[in-house]
C-alpha cells in the first residue's frame, strides 16, 4: 500500500472476523479453568420485604452440590458499601449487595447461589431452595408514584437561560405530554464472570465488561484489595449497549462463591435475569412546550423528564440535556426528576437520555409544524444553531444543514403531500415522518502502547473494550496510517486490565478517546524510529521530522534519498522492539467549542387502512459523525442503532405486573425486537467530514448517534400516514385505533 492510501475510512472487514465466526473468540463463559464450579443463581419471588427463612436442605443434598450460598453464610466482602457497617443496603448504593442480608429490593433479586460440579446440578439445586418470606406492598408504577419525585443528586437537573415568561410573547404555543416503557438491552451473550481467587490478595475474574479498568476498580473496592491484584479478562464482549458498563451481582456472586467454596466459579445469567438484574431503560413521561411566532421561529421551549429509578440509588440519564443544545432558542427551560420504584437499578441503554429525549422533542416539533403548517425539515432549518444556544461556544465542526439537505434528496422528502392521511397504496396509508438525532461528542483521557517489533510488526495495547463494533479493527487502522505498517502486520490487544488504562466501550467515546491516544502512542513511535535512524545516518542528522514519510512498513524521507523498513532498522541497531506509551487526552484549545454528533432520521411507514398493521418501508439516516474511520463496520453500527430506534418505536416494551412488582416481560418470546422481516432497507449517509479540533483522527463518536430521533421519525411518519398522533410508545396496533 502507498503512503498515500489511508487505512483509516476503508471498508475493511473485522480483523476478528474469522476468530468470532469459527467460534474461536472467548467470551467471558467460555474459559477453561480447571476444577471449575458452576454457580447459579436463585432469584427472590416477592418485589419488597424480606426474607423470613430459606430452607437449602433439599439443595444441599441434591446430586453433585457443593454449597448453597445465602445471605446467611455468604463471606461478607469487606469493602460492601465502601466498608460502612449497615443493616440497610440502601445506605450507600451499587449493585455488590448480593447476600448483603435478608431485605428484597426487587422482584428477582438473587436470594440464594447453588453451586455444583455442572451447571445443570447448580440450575437443579438452585430449584430446591425454598424461600419464606415477609412480604410488603411493592410501588412499581410510575405514574401513580409522581408525588415522589425526587431532585437527582448527580445531576444538574434544572436549566434555565432566558425568560421562562416568553411564552406570553408566542403566536403560537403548543403543550404536549409523551411517554417511553421499559426497555431491556437483550444482547445476545449473557452476562457471565468467572472468578478465579489466587490466594486470599489476589483474583482473577473473566467477565464480560464495557471497560475492565472500572470492573478492576469496583471488585477491588468491594474486596478491599489492592487493584493491581484484580485481573479483569474482557477479550469479547456479544453485545452490551450501556448494560455491562458496572459490575453487578454475577460478578460479585460468583467471587463470593469462589471465596466460599476455594475453588473457582463461573456464574452465567438466564434470559430472564438479564431483565432485571443488570439493568435497563428506565420508563419516561415528559412534559413538552413550545412557543413559536408565525414563522415558525422558536420564542420558548420548556422541557420536563421524570424517569424511574430504583429505591436504593439514583440512576440518572438527562432526558432533557439535548433541548438545552439543539436549537436556536433564546428561553429554554428544562426540568429532571427520579421517581424511586421498588425495581432494579435502571442502567445506561444506548443514547440513555437522548433516545426517549428526542421521542418527545422532536415529536414536539412535528407537531408544532402541522399547527403552523410548515414543512417540518424546514421549521427545523429556521431553528438552526449556529453556535452552542447555551454555551455560546462555536462548533468544533456541525454539519447538520448537510445532513438535513442530503438526507432529504436521498429520501425524495421534496415529494411528500404535507397533508395528512393523503397518501396512499392500495391498502396501505403511507406516511413520511423525520427528526434531527444530536449526541455530545468527547474525548476521554486514554492511554496505548504501541510496540514495534524487529520483524516489523507492530503490537498496539489498551485496556479498552469491543462490544461487538470492531474496536481493534480500526485501532488497527489508526496506527497502520500513523506508522505506515500494513494493517496485517498489526496487532491491537484490548480487554484486559493490565493493558494501558483506557475508556471503556461506552457513551461513544472509544474511537475518539481510544483512536487518538492510538494515534499518539503511533506518532510517538515513528518519531522514536526516525531518532534512531537519524542517529545511523549521518547524512539526516538535521533532517526535520516531519521531512519523514511512512509507508510499506517503512521510513523514507520524502524526497526518496533514504528508505529503510521497520524491520532493517531495528535488525541494524540490535535493537529486539522499541515501545512507547503515551497518556492522551483532548486539547485545551478544544475545551473552547463545543462538540456534538448529529443525524437526519428520514422515514416512510405504511399503515394497513383495515388492520392497523404497521411497517416501516424505508430509512434514510445521514450522519455527521466526524470522520468515518471504517465505512463498512460503522454502516453496521448505524444499522444497528436504526433497527433499536425501531424496536422503540413499534414493539419493545416490558411490563410490570404492579399488583405483585414482577416483570411479566422477560423472555425474547414475549419482548419484541424487531426480527429481520421487520426491518427495511437502512440507507447510511454519512458526511464523513474531519472534526480536527476535537480529535487528531477527526472523529466525533458514532455508536449512539443513529438511534437518536429514529423514533421520533416513525411516530411522525405514523401521524402523517394516518392523522393519529400516538405519544406513547411503542405504537402498537391498538393505539391507531
Ligand atoms: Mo452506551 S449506553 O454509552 O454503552
Known amino acids: 500500500m502507498g503512503d498515500d492510501i489511508k487505512m483509516a475510512g476503508q471498508p475493511l472487514s473485522r480483523v476478528d472476523g474469522k476468530l468470532k465466526v469459527t467460534g474461536a473468540a472467548k467470551y467471558a463463559a467460555e474459559y477453561i479453568i480447571p476444577n471449575l464450579a458452576y454457580g447459579v443463581l436463585a432469584s427472590g419471588a416477592i418485589a419488597r420485604g424480606r426474607i423470613k427463612s430459606i430452607d ?71 430449584s430446591l431452595v425454598k424461600v419464606q418470606y415477609v412480604k410488603e406492598p411493592p410501588q412499581t408504577d410510575m405514574l401513580s408514584n409522581m408525588d415522589k419525585a425526587v431532585v437527582p443528586k ?55 465488561t464495557q471497560s475492565s479498568p472500572i470492573a478492576q476498580e469496583d471488585i477491588a473496592k468491594a474486596w478491599k484489595l489492592q487493584k493491581e491484584n484484580v485481573h479483569i479478562v474482557s477479550k469479547f464482549v456479544g453485545g ?20 466460599k467454596i476455594g475453588r473457582p466459579l463461573k456464574v452465567v445469567f438466564n434470559r ?36 424511574n429509578t430504583s429505591t436504593y440509588e439514583q440512576f ?78 462555536p462548533w468544533s465542526t456541525k454539519f447538520l444543514n448537510e445532513c438535513y439537505e442530503r438526507g432529504a434528496a436521498q429520501f425524495g422528502w421534496e415529494k411528500r403531500n404535507p397533508q395528512p392521511r393523503s397518501t396512499t397504496n392500495g391498502n396501505w396509508l403511507i406516511g413520511y415522518g423525520m427528526a434531527t438525532g444530536i449526541y455530545g ?64 466501550q461506552f457513551g461513544s467515546l472509544t474511537t475518539t478517546s481510544v483512536g487518538s491516544a492510538v494515534n499518539d502512542a503511533c506518532v510517538a513511535l515513528r518519531q522514536k524510529a526516525i531518532e534512531y535512524l537519524k542517529k545511523s545516518q549521518s547524512s539526516l542528522q538535521n533532517t526535520p521530522v516531519e ?53 437526519a432520521t428520514f422515514v416512510e411507514v405504511g399503515v394497513h387502512a383495515l388492520t392497523n398493521q404497521l411497517k416501516v418501508n424505508r430509512v434514510v439516516s445521514a450522519i455527521d459523525a466526524g470522520k468515518i474511520m471504517n465505512k463498512k463496520t460503522a454502516r453496521s453500527q448505524v444499522y444497528g442503532s436504526v433497527t433499536w430506534g425501531i424496536g422503540m418505536a413499534l414493539t419493545e416494551e416490558s411490563v410490570i405486573d404492579d399488583r405483585y ?27 464523513d467530514k474531519s472534526d480536527d479540533i476535537l480529535t487528531p483522527i477527526g472523529a466525533k463518536g458514532l455508536g449512539e448517534i443513529g438511534i437518536v430521533g429514529v423514533a421520533a421519525a416513525i411516530a411522525n411518519a405514523v401521524y402523517h400516514a394516518t392523522g393519529k398522533r400516538v405519544r406513547d410508545l411503542p405504537i402498537t396496533p391498538d393505539k391507531l385505533v
Open 240 to 259: 452490551a449497549f450501556g448494560g455491562a458498563s458496572r459490575v453487578w451481582p454475577e460478578e460479585m456472586a460468583a467471587t463470593i462463591g469462589a471465596k
Open 316 to 393: 440518572t440519564a438527562n432526558m432533557t440535556s439535548l433541548t438545552q443544545a439543539l436549537y436556536a432558542c433564546d428561553n429554554v427551560s428544562t426540568l429532571y426528576r427520579l421517581v424511586p420504584l421498588d425495581v432494579s437499578t435502571p442502567c445506561w441503554t444506548r443514547a440513555p437520555g437522548e433516545a426517549p429525549g428526542s421521542f418527545a422533542l422532536e415529536s414536539a416539533l412535528d407537531e408544532l409544524s402541522y399547527t403552523l403548517k410548515i414543512d417540518p425539515l424546514e421549521l427545523r432549518k429556521r431553528n438552526y444553531a449556529a453556535q452552542n444556544p447555551d454555551t455560546k461556544q
Open 272 to 307: 430472564d435475569q438479564l431483565f432485571n438484574m443488570v439493568g435497563y431503560r428506565p420508563q419516561s413521561l415528559q412534559k413538552i412546550k413550545l412557543g413559536a411566532d408565525k414563522d415558525g421561529k422558536l420564542i420558548g421551549i420548556h422541557h420536563e423528564a421524570y424517569g
Open 154 to 208: 448527580e445531576s444538574d437537573p434544572d436549566y434555565n437561560r432566558g425568560d421562562k415568561n416568553a411564552f406570553d410573547n408566542a403566536a403560537f404555543t403548543f403543550e404536549q405530554e409523551y411517554q417511553t416503557q421499559l426497555q431491556v438491552h437483550n444482547p445476545m451473550e449473557p452476562h457471565a464472570a468467572i472468578a478465579v481467587w489466587e490466594g486470599a490478595d489476589a483474583i482473577t475474574v473473566y467477565n464480560k
Open 441 to 504: 461528542a468527547w474525548r476521554a483521557p486514554s492511554s496505548a502502547r504501541a510496540v514495534l517489533n524487529s520483524d516489523g510488526t507492530l503490537v498496539v495495547q489498551s485496556a479498552t473494550a469491543d462490544v461487538g463494533v470492531g474496536t481493534a479493527t480500526i485501532m488497527s487502522q489508526i496506527a497502520a496510517d500513523a506508522t505506515g505498517i500494513p494493517v496485517e502486520k498489526i496487532k491491537f490487544e484490548l480487554g484486559d486490565s493490565r493493558l494501558p488504562p483506557a475508556i471503556g
Open 56 to 126: 437449602t436442605a433439599a439443595a444441599e443434598k441434591a446430586p453433585g452440590v457443593i454449597a448453597i450460598i445465602t445471605h446467611l453464610n455468604a463471606p461478607k466482602p469487606p469493602g460492601y458499601f465502601g466498608g460502612k457497617e449497615s443493616s440497610d443496603p440502601r445506605t450507600e448504593g451499587g449493585e455488590y449487595r448480593v447476600f448483603y442480608n435478608d431485605v428484597i429490593l426487587y422482584s428477582g433479586q438473587p436470594v440464594a447461589l447453588a453451586i455444583a460440579d455442572t451447571f445443570e446440578r447448580a440450575r437443579y439445586a438452585a
Open 547 to 599: 521531512n519523514f514519510a511512512f509507508g510499506d512498513g517503512k521510513i523514507k524521507t520524502k524526497d526518496d534519498a533514504v528508505s529503510i523498513s521497520y524491520a532493517d532498522l531495528l535488525q541494524q541497531q540490535h535493537l529486539p522492539s522499541i515501545e512507547v506509551t503515551v497518556d492522551s487526552k483532548g486539547s485545551e484549545e478544544a475545551d473552547k467549542y463545543s462538540s456534538y454528533s448529529y443525524n
Open 661 to 687: 412488582g414482577r416483570w411479566m416481560v422477560k423472555d425474547l418470546a414475549d419482548y419484541h425486537v424487531p426480527v429481520n422481516a421487520d426491518i427495511p432497507a437502512i440507507e447510511v449517509l454519512f458526511i
